[in-house]
Every structure is written in C-alpha cells, then in structure tokens.
C-alpha cells in the first residue's frame, strides 16, 4: 500500500502555525550559509551517525538523502551500501549542491548520485524504488505533504525512514527552548509544528517511533513504509 498525505493535513490559514516552508527563502538562507556550513553543523556529527546508522543499510541497497545539504552524510550513506549500492541525494540550494559534488568528486563516491531539486519536484524515478530514506535536520521538507508523499511514493514496501532534527523541549525548559529558537530561525523557514516536526510523517508511516535526545531540542524518528 502506497501511504498517502493530503495538503489538507496542513495547519488551517491563519493558524500560529499556518507559514509553510518557502523554498526561494531556504535557498538564499542556504546561499549564505554554504561556505561555512560543514564547521557549523560539526557538533551534531554523533547525531548523524546515530541516524545513518538507524537505517540499518545493506550493501547493494538504494537510499535517499532528503535536503542532503552539502553532502555530509554522502560518504557514510555511501560507506554503507557499499559499491553496488545507490545514494541518491537531493537538494534544491546550487551552493549547497556544488560543495556536495565537490566531496562525491573528491571522495570519488562512484555510488552517489545527486538531484538539484526540492523534494516534491525531485525525479526519483531515475532510480529504482528506495530501500531507505534520510531526513537529517530538513525541517522544511517534514513540513510538506507534497515532498513526503512523492518521497514516499518512490520508497520499497518494508523501506526504512529515519528523520531527525530540532523540536520544543518540553515548555518548561525555557533556555533549551532558547537555542531550539535561535537554531530554528538559522535554519528553517517555518516554525510549523515545530512540537512534533515527525507528524506528517507518523500519520504515514504507522508505528513511527520517536524518541526525544538532547535534552529534548532533538528528535530522532524511525519507522517503516507499510508493506
Ligand atoms: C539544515 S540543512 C541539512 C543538510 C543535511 N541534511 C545535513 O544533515 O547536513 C537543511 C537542507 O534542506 C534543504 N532544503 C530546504 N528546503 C528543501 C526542500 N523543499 N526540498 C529539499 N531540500 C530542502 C536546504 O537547502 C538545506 O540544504
């Protein structure tokens, strides 16, 4: 059964948390940010690890790096799968995109492929259905039922989906809010459900589990494509 999510799953107009991500907005904040994106995101390395290595990838499978920024997670998705394997990483913001290419080059990850597009738009088809998918801190692209139902659509029955990134801590821990604000505004577009960014996701994906880290500003979710 192919899971399915509707824009009107989106928060009502006018609501708190009504903005829906703006992808001209993600790509100018991206455009700043690209050159000394990779020193800023050093301290959340354990995250992505922990992330990656929740996929629980084989060698020869196909996965997808959602929002893959400049490529960060490539050379350990690519470790992972292995030569016969298949990364297949999207990213709509070209500065962004051009340093992720520069480490597949570099790096010389023959296995990693890279889409510049957004999410909803991304010619997935190019590659065969997905075993696995990755959402590592792409708020933007959780917030968008159009970007997860295509995401979805071109993932295996039984595929593995993990996502991670910022959320509220619980409300009396005013200074940790404090940082997921700050962070929130550095690097989304939308604060919408920023309580429970993995909600479109849980109402696709049944049994999603979710499990709060850092204090609670983090949320790792895993779960699996109904077969
Ligand atoms: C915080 S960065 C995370 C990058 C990467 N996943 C990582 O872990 O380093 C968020 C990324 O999502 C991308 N993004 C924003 N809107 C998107 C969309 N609609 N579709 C795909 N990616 C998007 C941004 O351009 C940015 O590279």
Redesign the pocket.
């Known amino acids: 059964m192919t899971p399915t999510l509707h824009p009107s799953q989106a928060p009502p107009a006018g609501s708190p948390g009504a903005a829906a ?1 703006d ?1 001209a907005a ?2 100018a904040l ?1 455009q700043r940010r690209a050159a000394h ?1 990779d020193v800023e ?1 050093s301290v ?1 390395e354990p995250l ?1 690890r922990q992330a990656v290595s929740a996929l629980a990838l084989q060698p020869g499978e196909t996965v997808l ?6 490529g ?2 490539l050379p350990l998705l690519a470790q992972a799968v292995g030569p016969r394997g298949k990364v297949l990483g ?4 070209p500065q ?1 995109m051009a340093l992720a290419r520069q480490r597949v080059d570099a790096l010389q990850l023959r296995q990693v492929a890279l889409l510049e ?4 738009q991304a010619p997935l088809a190019l590659a065969p259905l997905a075993d696995a998918a990755l959402f ?3 708020h ?2 959780l917030q ?1 039922p159009e ?1 997860l139902a295509h995401v979805l659509a071109h993932l295996k029955p039984g595929a593995r989906v993990v996502a991670c990134g910022l959320q509220w801590a619980p409300w009396w821990a005013w200074g940790c809010n404090a940082w997921v604000l700050g962070a929130a505004l550095y ?1 989304t577009t939308t604060l919408a459900r920023l309580h429970a960014p993995w909600q479109l996701l849980a109402d696709a994906l049944p049994g999603l589990q979710v499990q709060p880290c850092w204090f609670g500003t983090v949320f790792m979710a895993q779960g699996q494509v109904p077969s």
């Open positions: 991500p992808l993600a790509q991206y994106y995101l959340f992505r790096d959602l929002g893959c920024g400049t960060l997670s999207v990213e709509p913001c962004m597009s957004e999410a909803a590592h801190f792409t933007d692209v968008q970007a690097s």
